[in-house]
C-alpha cells in the first residue's frame, strides 16, 4: 500500500483505488481485480450478513431499555446464535444474556415488539410481576428478565401476557446460558 502524502487525503472508494485510514496515516491500494469464492463460502457470507443485520436490530430494539451496560461480547454471542439460520429462526436467541456480569434488578420484565418484515420496533414497555405485559400489534414480542436474558419469545399474537410467569426466571440462571456465571 502507498501511503498518502497530499493535503487532501481519503478513506473511501475513488473508482479503482480504496483510500485506508490506520490509525493517524492514510494509504492507497488497489481494488482487487477478481474476488475468487466458493459456492460455500459466498452462502456462508450471505448467512452471516443476515444474521448480524438481525442481530444488531434486536439489539438496537432492546439494549437502550436495559438499566444496565452490556459487557464488550454481547455482540459477537447475538450474532453468533442466529448465524446457522441466516438470521431467520429468532427463538435461537432464548436463553442469551447481554452481559455476563451478575446483575439483577428483581421484579422487572422488559417486552419488545418487533415486525422482522418491515424492520420497526412496534412497542416497547417494562413491567412488574403485578402488572400484565401488553404490547399490541404484528410482529415478535421479545421478553428479557432483569438479569438482562431473553426468556421468552412469542411469534404468534397474544394480547395480554402475565408478568408474574415470567418473574421466576430472573432468579434462577437458564440452561442454555452458554458461558460460566463468574462469583
Do not use: W
Not at 455476563?100 to 412497542?123: L, P
Amino acid at each position: 500500500m502507498a501511503k498518502q502524502t497530499c493535503i487532501l487525503t481519503f478513506s473511501r472508494r475513488l473508482g479503482k483505488k480504496i483510500g485506508v485510514k490506520r490509525k493517524t496515516d492514510f494509504f492507497l491500494r488497489s481494488l482487487p481485480e477478481k474476488v475468487c469464492q466458493s459456492p460455500g463460502t459466498k452462502r456462508a457470507a450471505q448467512r452471516f450478513g443476515m444474521a448480524s443485520s438481525t442481530a444488531a436490530f434486536i439489539r438496537k430494539a432492546i439494549v437502550p431499555i436495559l438499566d444496565f451496560t452490556c459487557d464488550g461480547g454481547h455482540v459477537n454471542r447475538l450474532t453468533k446464535r442466529l448465524i446457522p439460520s441466516g438470521g431467520q429462526d429468532i427463538k435461537a436467541i432464548k436463553g442469551y444474556r447481554f452481559t455476563k456480569n451478575k446483575y439483577n434488578k428483581e421484579g422487572m420484565i422488559i417486552a419488545v415488539r418487533i415486525d422482522f418484515t418491515t424492520r420497526k420496533v412496534i412497542g416497547t414497555g417494562i413491567f412488574t410481576a403485578d402488572e400484565k405485559i401488553c404490547i399490541p400489534g404484528n410482529g415478535t414480542l421479545i421478553i428479557v428478565n432483569g438479569a438482562g436474558e431473553i426468556i421468552d419469545i412469542q411469534e404468534e399474537e397474544i394480547p395480554v401476557l402475565n408478568a408474574s410467569i415470567y418473574i421466576a426466571h430472573i432468579t434462577m440462571p437458564s440452561k442454555n446460558t452458554p458461558f460460566t456465571q463468574r462469583e
